[in-house]
């Protein structure tokens, strides 16, 4: 509903525990809240077709963070590669593994996965986020077999008759799981966090951190910096590191 300052956010049940946000693209100083309450947010990634981005993960991982839920990475659609693929990916995710995230891999084609991925969820308040096509409906369909033939009426329409792009649904499911759907969350924008303070988001840096120069080491210059160290040891994850680059650069603007 509206909260009189223009903001969209679910209605909120009792306190809110957990918030996920988004950069309002009119007023860059407000926040679209896209779901609140929410105990785990599952990054929904595509193996092939489309491509796997992993950028959308490294950042929504902070903005999930920031907003106090749990996260959890789902990498769908694994019945489109192939063994050596799967390794390369099972690789790849790994760095999220090592943070503690729960990593899961699905099909929704196969089915492979999709019990555990629901039985994992169960009696949680969830939201999934990831790029376009990567198979959220799908998902959400397997869990929520009523689903398809509720969104399958139409659009939705808010009160006053306008087409909602921002409003969320909640979804009571049989297992006591509450499914948030929010339309079109393909990005997180992090305006609320200082470019000084990405690396409080990866935990891994901080473990790194103590052994750099400088206390307030950036790890993006410095000499004496223990970062290329970890990097050529493989105690960091290039791919990680990388992340932690870009979402910094990006924020320093
Ligand atoms: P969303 O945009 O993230 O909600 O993605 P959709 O659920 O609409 O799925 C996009 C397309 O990918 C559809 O054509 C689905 O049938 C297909 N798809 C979804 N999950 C899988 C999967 O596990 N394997 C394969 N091969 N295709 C899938
Ligand atoms: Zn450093």
């Given at each position: 509903?509206?909260?009189?300052?223009?903001?969209?956010?679910?209605?909120?049940?009792?306190?809110?525990?957990?918030?996920?946000?988004?950069?309002?693209?009119?007023?860059?100083?407000?926040?679209?809240?896209?779901?609140?309450?929410?105990?785990?947010?599952?990054?929904?990634?595509?193996?092939k077709?489309?491509?796997?981005?992993?950028?959308?993960?490294?950042?929504?991982?902070?903005?999930?963070?920031?907003?106090?839920?749990?996260?959890?990475?789902?990498?769908?659609?694994?019945?489109?590669?192939?063994?050596?693929?799967?390794?390369?990916?099972?690789?790849?995710?790994?760095?999220?593994?090592?943070l503690?995230?729960?990593?899961?891999?699905?099909?929704?084609?196969?089915?492979?996965?999709?019990?555990?991925?629901?039985?994992?969820?169960?009696?949680?308040?969830?939201?999934?986020?990831?790029?376009?096509?990567?198979?959220?409906?799908?998902?959400?369909?397997?869990?929520d077999?009523?689903?398809?033939?509720?969104?399958?009426?139409?659009?939705?329409?808010?009160?006053?008759?306008?087409?909602?792009?921002?409003?969320?649904?909640?979804v009571?499911?049989?297992?006591?799981?509450?499914?948030?759907?929010?339309?079109?969350?393909?990005?997180?924008?992090?305006?609320?966090?200082?470019?000084?303070?990405?690396?409080?988001?990866?935990?891994?840096?901080?473990?790194?951190?103590?052994?750099?120069?400088?206390?307030?080491?950036?790890?993006l210059?410095?000499?004496?910096?223990?970062?290329?160290?970890?990097?050529?040891?493989?105690?960091?994850?290039?791919?990680?590191?990388?992340?932690y680059?870009?979402?910094?650069?990006?924020?320093?603007?």
């Open positions: 509903h509206d909260d009189g300052e223009g903001n969209l956010r679910l209605a909120a049940i009792g306190e809110r525990r957990s918030v996920l946000s988004r950069p309002d693209p009119q007023t860059r100083h407000k926040a679209l809240v896209l779901a609140a309450n929410v105990d785990v947010a599952v990054i929904v990634a595509s193996a077709a489309p491509g796997f981005r992993p950028a959308l993960i490294d950042r929504c991982l902070i903005a999930i963070w920031h907003g106090g839920a749990t996260p959890m990475v789902c990498l769908n659609k694994v019945d489109l590669i192939d063994g050596e693929e799967r390794a390369q990916m099972q690789a790849r995710l790994g760095a999220y593994g090592d503690g995230i729960e990593v899961r891999l699905t099909s929704t084609e196969t089915g492979e996965g999709v019990a555990e991925l629901i039985a994992g969820l169960a009696g949680k308040t969830c939201v999934l986020l990831g790029h376009s096509g990567v198979g959220k409906s799908s998902l959400l369909n397997a869990m077999p009523e689903r398809e033939r509720r969104t399958s009426r139409g659009r939705e329409f808010d009160g006053k008759g306008r087409h909602t792009t921002t409003a969320s649904e909640l009571e499911l049989a297992d006591g799981t509450r499914l948030i759907d929010t339309p079109g969350v393909r990005s997180f924008g992090l305006w609320e966090i200082r470019s000084d303070e990405v690396q409080d988001y990866f935990p891994e840096l901080a473990e790194v951190a103590g052994s750099c120069r400088y206390r307030d080491c950036s790890h210059v410095e000499p004496g910096c223990a970062v290329p160290e970890a990097l050529a040891a493989g105690t960091l994850h290039a791919a990680r590191f990388d992340a680059r870009r979402i910094r650069s990006s924020l320093e603007v």
